[in-house]
């Protein structure tokens, strides 16, 4: 569901030429969880600006059901992103002066998605937080946010959720919980999922994990 094609992206530093992807192709199955490690400046990050469509290839195709990224506008892809891709982010980016609640209904209105109070209240349910919905984030613990974010990430139903380290700012216990409530939540959905990690053992949660080396994904 998820097709990156003959893909190029560079970045100027000062006069010097630095090459992040020369050639990429890579497939992802729809419903399916792939993992992508890598040293830090692989280009890890880079490579979910690009799925999600925030930067743009050099050169080079990117297809989400079957939809090309390559001839649309700026606000095409825009419309398209938030309709389409959830995110988790590793720093939480939560609004914060929007509570719970209202920091979960955020894409489903700008998406006008019906009924998104319920929607949201059942997704914060799901992750255990029915007693925080009017909770701002600096009222939160870390874990509580990042299912904060999990159940924002969710509220369009996507087709894809990227997340870039989403258990990195948190403890290892806490750390396993909200994995464990994200895997839960995107196989109960059928949703398909692109995560970054540094740590092995959350890569071996997924169905495949790939390390990026050199602008080339090898798989593990």
Do not use: W
């Amino acid at each position: 569901m998820l097709e990156i094609k003959s893909l190029k992206k560079s970045y100027m530093q000062g006069s010097h030429e630095v090459k992040i992807y020369e050639n990429l192709d890579f497939h992802v199955k729809k419903a399916s969880q792939i993992a992508i490690m890598g040293k830090s400046g692989s280009g890890k990050s880079t490579l979910l600006s690009l799925v999600s469509g925030i930067i743009k290839a050099d050169q080079g195709d990117i297809l989400l059901d079957d939809v090309s990224y390559k001839n649309m506008s700026e606000s095409e892809i825009n419309d398209f992103r938030a309709s389409n891709i959830g995110f988790v982010f590793q720093n939480f980016h939560l609004v914060s002066y929007l509570n719970a609640l209202e920091n979960v209904m955020l894409p489903a209105k700008v998406c006008g998605i019906s009924n998104p109070k319920e929607k949201a209240i059942e997704l914060l349910k799901s992750v255990g937080l029915e007693h925080r919905l009017d909770h701002l984030p600096s009222q939160l613990s870390g874990g509580e946010k990042q299912r904060v974010a999990i159940a924002r990430a969710l509220i369009h139903n996507p087709k894809l959720i990227l997340a870039d380290e989403p258990s990195g700012n948190l403890d290892e216990e806490t750390g396993i919980a909200v994995m464990d409530k994200l895997f839960e939540l995107i196989k109960k959905n059928n949703t398909t999922l692109v995560l970054v990690t540094h740590s092995k053992e959350v890569a071996a949660r997924c169905e495949e994990t790939y390390e990026l080396v050199a602008g080339n994904l090898n798989k593990c």
